[in-house]
Structures are given as C-alpha cells and as structure tokens.
C-alpha cells in the first residue's frame, strides 16, 4: 500500500529549537526541503480538526471513548463535560447524578477553601452503586425462578477476596441482609473478616469456606458453625474429609459440607486456566466418591449438602455457561441418588463485565450477556437436569465479585506533563550541519524523494540519515545541537507521511504496580478516560506512563484494541484522568514497587444537597513513613539519624531546621505534589535556611497521621 502524498512548497519558516546554534563548515548544506502544502492527509487533518474543535459536544466524546457501552447505567457524561456518577442505576433521576469533578476538587482542594486536603491519586467509592449490583442481581434472578417456575430461591455470596476493604465487606452485607447475603472466604483471616462481618447480617446468609484448609482453618469454620453461623465447609483436597470428620467430633459439631467438583468444561480465555480436568482446584470424579464413601462409614453423609464448582472468571457466553451448570447439576442429582442430603449448588463466580462494551462473546474483556441472560441461562441448566432425575429444585449459590464490586469505585489521578512533539514548521532548514558524505548523499537522495511526492523514498533517507548521523555522534564528529536537528527533522518526516500528530507520553501521578496492578501482571485493559473536558475535542494520541522507574510502568493498550488514548493539552490547570471498572481485585493485588503505596478513599453517597453528593469518609493513602514500615524501616529511627547527621554538618540550628522539611517528607505520601511550594528559603549567602511555617502547616495536613508527630523547630 502506498503512502499519503507529500506534496511540497517554498514557504519561509522558522528552524526548531537547536538549529541556530550550528556552526558553519565546508560540509555543511544550506539548501532547504520544504513541507508545508502536503495533500489529502496532513493538512486537511489539522483543518478538519480546526473546525470541528468548536462543534465538539459531550455526546461525541462519550461516543469517542464508549462510555455508554462500558459505563451504562452508572456513568454518563454531563452537559458541562464531566463524568456524572448515577448512583442508583437506570433509576437515577436527573438531580441524582454526581459531577465526579466536583468530588475531586471537595477531596484535592486545601482545607483552607473548604476541602479535604487529600493528595492524589485518589479512589472514590460509591456504595448506592454496590447497592444496586447486589439489587439487580438479586432482581435477575428472582425474575428467572419466577418466570420459569423454578420451585426454591436464589442465595448469594460475595467473595471477599475481590475487595477485602472493611467498608465494602460491611455494606455489602448491610446492603444484602433483606436477601440472605452471604460471604465466601479463602483463607484464614477472611474466614475470620467474614465472620465478624456476618455477626451484623441475616442469620441464614451462608458463609461459604473455600481455599486449601489445615486443622486451625477447620477448627475455625466449625466454631463459626457453633456460633450460629451458616457455614459451609467446602472440600477443596481429598484429605481434607477425614481432618472434618475428625475435630467436628472433638468439638461436637455436626458440620456442613461441600464437595468442590473439577468440572470438564472449561473455557478457553485466560481466566479458564482454574478450570477443566487438569484445573488448580476441585475433586475429580474419583476423588469425590471416596469422599462419599468417608463421608458414608461415619455416619455423616447427610453433612454433605452443597456441590461448588468453577469454570472460571470472566464466562464469556450463556452457551458455555449452561454447559458448565448443567454438568455441575449433573453431579449435584448422582450425589442426592448415593444418599447425600444437597440443598445447595454453587455455581461460583464467572459472571463478567463488559470492559470494553463491545459485548462481544470472544474476549476476556467482554461477555456477550446481561444480568437477566445470565440469571435465565443458569436457572434454565439446572431445573432441566433435575426435572429430569426428578431432583428437588437446590438453592442456588453464585460468588460474583467481580460483577459486584467493579463499578462501585474509580482511581482518579492527574497527567502531570507530556513530552515534545515534533517541530511544528511549514519548511525543514538544516544549514550548516557537518556531516559525512554518505549523510549528504543521504539528504539529497531525501530531497528529491519530496519533490517527486515519493513519501516511501523520503522517509526511508530520512531514517537512514538520522542512523549515520548517530554514528557520527558516538564517534564525537557530530555535536548534540546537530543530532537534535537530525532528530527533529526525522520526527516532522514522520509526522507529515503519516498525516498525524505522533503519540505523546503523558506522565500521570500513579503507580500502576501498584493501583492498575493486572494491567502489568495479565494485560487487563480497564476504561480510562478525562473526567472532565469532555466538551472539547481531544487532539493528542497518548500513552500513559507511571512515576515508577520501571519499562514497565507504562499503560499503551487501551479499550477497542487502540494502542493510545486521546486526550487534551493538559495546559497549566490540573488535568484528571479516570479508570472505570476497576473495583475488583485491583486493592488487593497492588504492591509497593519504588515504595509508591496506595491511593487516599473517600466514600461518597448521593444526597439531596446542593451537588448531589455527601462524603461520608475520607482517608488520606500511607505516607513514605507507611511504606517504609512494609519493609521493616523504622522511621522515628531513620529521621533520628538524619537529624543527627543534619545538626553535625550545618550545626544544631540550621540542622534542626532542615530536619524538619525531612520530617515532613516521612509524613507525606510519595506521590508528587503539583502545586507544591519549598519549605526551606535561603536566608543569606552564608547558608543559613529556615522553614516556611505556613507551608509546612499546609503540608502536614495532608501528610501526618493525628497520633504521630515528631519534634521539629522552626526559626
């Protein structure tokens, strides 16, 4: 395929930055290569995007970065061009809905204009929209039993594992107690965070144990069991039969217990690899009769009550999903026929999300499916099975976290800067440069390209021009001033031939090890989109990249397959960035890569004031101190050593004073600070400093936790 023409023109112009500090030999070029009148691409993209920038409305923006596709019902665009936040769903009426800027500026803003004084990055939880997940899930299916007359209910269980914050945890059982809500944990402290949580809920909410388990996990699930839980002793390893046999009868707990089965459906996605035969978890077929058979000769078979199985995260289509439940009710109907008293079929997680809203049944960022299809699909699977073997109808137990949790919060950040584009000229000039023959031969073969409008040819000798020409530099026969010519007039090359701006890197106030943590570690791809602007017309193709000193800290796959994400000129104002979906996983998978630790939260719910919106907490994210303490330091310590060392080389004055703005460094988070001013001002010549009173008080309300301060003067 051919390139775009390059067409050609005379016009004067001004040379980039650099060229006028050549120095003048008797190799040097002095002619010049024109660019400014290329046809069809170049110049009728700058025009097109010119006239079009005044037409730009919100509505072309949510279509530019789909936001009614991944974000309905709860995110929308406004007519001042912000995100809104419509807490209730498709029930949101119109004064109901959040301006999210304006949440951001009460959390950002300083305490002395009446915000918060939180520094960024920021998590903004909303838990009217975890409210209405568990509502439509709950809603979906009711509809499904009611309508295809299916004879027992639905009953619900979250896994904390997906967000183990204690908010979360807690409104999601406050929110599920009308419906028997329950909890499932993996572990021994979310077995314990569940049952603390529960003691709050409905009496019959289920507490369901998964997770490989030891005789201390066990113990605990059966005193769980004697102090009234519901508890479920999911059976994930053969062995682990006899160890419940064995302390439920020292404890004289009769138990309850699920068998998890290794279905051999499987889906193929990268979220299948925990299922099929060869799956990380379950009991085969085998398994599972000997299980029946302890079970059976200690007198316990009626324990045995629920079937658990898993096919995996992110179930693509319905037609995977009732192969999966239909072999699950498969095994739950032979199990009733060897005599186990089941009354409950888990059909764990696997509901997805719509990443991208493509809706499409062949991604891991999609699902083909709603609530209602979903819900329809599994009700259908089992009744079939079990009308069949004239079965009784089982409660039906699904563990959909990530359908839960995902769209309740948003990581809200800033793009901080941006790199240099390629020299904005309407004419190339490289006078003057000293450079080897095969450069100039290189350059006029160029020249002749543009006038022929061969772009092909043009930037093949472009390229290879700027190659001799970094050879030269690293044998020291060409000046830096001269490679940046080179580099600039290869960059505009590109740029004309391509018809379009280059992609920009922008510099955003995040960690993504640490915030975005499956972008890197499995190449999630989340929304992110500007929370604000959303009226004007984003004319930069960018990338994003992190404050960590890691290649990998950077974000270039984006929703749609694009591999940048258009965005604004940040300008001089603060410039915010949102990452939608993002509510599952992401917290608790995050580490502290460079020491970066997680955002500050604040919850927020819709109210009937004058912005809609009241935040009900706010926590500022670990300062350097925090982090530091992850990896053993001990902070008090470090600053004691750094106070003394100050004191010894600028004496005690002077030290203790600079000590202070180390001080304040521990307090703060290690994210930067924008609108940050020095607290150290430079009193004379001699060296002597003191600190900003003023600044420091600004600082540490943001920075210091309310029970630690440490000692520091100010002069």
């Known amino acids: 395929m051919g390139m775009p023409a390059l067409a050609y023109s005379v016009d004067s112009a001004v040379p980039p930055p650099g060229y006028s500090t050549f120095i003048a030999g008797e190799s040097s070029i002095a002619t010049t290569v024109s660019f400014s009148s290329f046809t069809t691409t170049s110049a ?3 025009d097109s995007t010119n006239s079009n920038s005044t037409n730009w409305s919100p509505a072309h923006s949510s279509t530019l970065y789909r936001i009614d596709s991944w974000g309905a019902p709860y995110f929308a665009v406004n007519d001042s061009g912000n995100i809104t936040v419509r807490p209730h769903g498709s029930s949101t009426l119109s004064h109901q809905e959040i301006d999210l800027l304006k949440v951001v500026k009460k959390a950002s803003d300083p305490k002395s204009v009446g915000g918060l004084g939180l520094q960024m990055p920021l998590i903004v939880r909303f838990p009217d929209v975890l409210k209405n997940r568990l509502e439509s899930l709950q809603s979906a299916f009711v509809s499904a039993i009611q309508t295809q007359g299916y004879e027992s209910r639905y009953q619900g269980v ?56 030891d005789a201390e996990y066990i113990s605990l699930a059966l005193l769980a069991r004697k102090f009234q839980f519901n508890t479920v002793i999911v059976l994930e390893q053969e062995e682990e039969v ?35 035969e060869k799956g990380k978890f379950g009991l085969t077929m085998n398994h599972i009769l000997r299980v029946v058979k ?16 898993h096919i995996g995260s992110q179930i693509p289509s319905t037609a995977l999903l009732q192969d999966g439940v239909s072999e699950a009710a498969q095994i739950y109907s032979e199990l009733t026929r ?18 991208d809203g493509s809706k499409s049944g062949n991604s891991d960022l999609s699902v083909s499916y709603s609530l209602e299809e979903y819900a329809s699909a599994v009700v259908n699977a089992i009744r079939v099975v079990c009308d069949r ?59 002749d390209a543009v006038m022929r409008h061969d772009n092909e040819t043009c930037f093949f000798y472009a390229d290879q021009l700027k190659q001799r020409c970094v050879e030269q530099f690293k044998e020291g026969s060409l000046g830096i001033e001269q490679l940046a010519a080179v580099d600039g007039l290869f960059d505009l090359v590109t740029k004309i031939i391509a018809g379009t701006e280059p992609v920009r890197t922008y510099l955003v106030n995040l960690s993504i090890f640490t915030s975005i943590p499956d972008f890197w570690s499995i190449g999630q791809i989340f929304p992110i989109v500007p929370i604000h602007r959303l009226d004007q017309k984003p004319e930069v193709k960018a990338i994003l990249s992190d404050l960590t000193c890691d290649s990998d800290g950077k974000i270039d796959k984006f929703i749609g397959g694009e591999a940048n994400l258009p965005l604004h000129n940040p300008g001089n104002g603060q410039y915010y960035l949102g990452m939608f979906l993002g509510g599952a996983y992401q917290e608790a998978l995050g580490g ?90 430079a009193m004379n010549s001699g060296g002597f400093y003191y600190c900003n009173k003023e600044d420091y008080y ?18």
């Open 338 to 355: 060897l005599g186990a008293d089941m009354k409950v079929i888990d059909i764990g997680g696997g509901l997805g999300i719509d990443y």
């Open 242 to 276: 006899k160890l419940v046999i064995d302390i439920s009868k020292k404890l004289s707990v009769r138990p309850v217990i699920g068998l998890r089965a290794k279905l051999r459906t499987k889906h193929s996605g990268h979220f299948g690899s925990t299922s099929g």
């Open 698 to 715: 600004a600082g540490s309300e943001t920075g210091a936790n309310e029970d630690e301060h440490w000692p520091y003067c100010f002069a």
């Open 158 to 213: 979250y896994p904390v594992k997906c967000n183990q914050d204690r908010f979360v945890v807690e409104d999601i059982v406050k929110f599920g107690t009308p419906f028997r809500f329950g909890l499932e944990a993996g572990s021994k402290p979310e077995l314990l965070l569940a049952m603390s949580c529960l003691c709050k809920g409905n009496p019959e909410a289920l507490l369901i144990c998964n997770g490989f388990k």
């Open 44 to 46: 009728a993209v700058v």
């Open 389 to 447: 073997k004239s079965v009784k109808h089982p409660i039906i137990c699904s563990e959909s976290g990530r359908a839960i949790v995902s769209h309740h919060s948003v990581l809200i950040f800033e793009a901080m800067s941006t790199t240099d584009t390629a020299p904005s000229m309407n004419q190339i000039n490289l006078p003057f440069i000293e450079l080897s023959e095969d450069a100039r031969s290189d350059y006029w073969n160029m020249s």
């Open 592 to 681: 502290v890569h460079n020491l970066f630790g997680s955002p500050s939260v604040v919850t927020v719910l819709q109210s009937d004031g004058p912005h809609s919106f009241a935040i009900t907490h706010a926590m500022l994210g670990p300062s350097c101190a925090d982090v530091l303490r992850v990896m053993q330091h001990e902070p008090k310590l470090m600053f004691e050593n750094l106070k003394h060392r100050a004191e010894e080389f600028c004496g005690i004055d002077a030290g203790s004073c600079l000590a202070s703005t180390v001080a304040r460094s521990f307090h703060n988070m290690p994210y930067l600070e924008p609108r940050s001013s020095c607290s150290l001002t």
């Open 294 to 309: 302890d079970l059976h000769d200690s007198d316990m078979l009626d324990c045995l009550q629920l079937l658990h199985f």
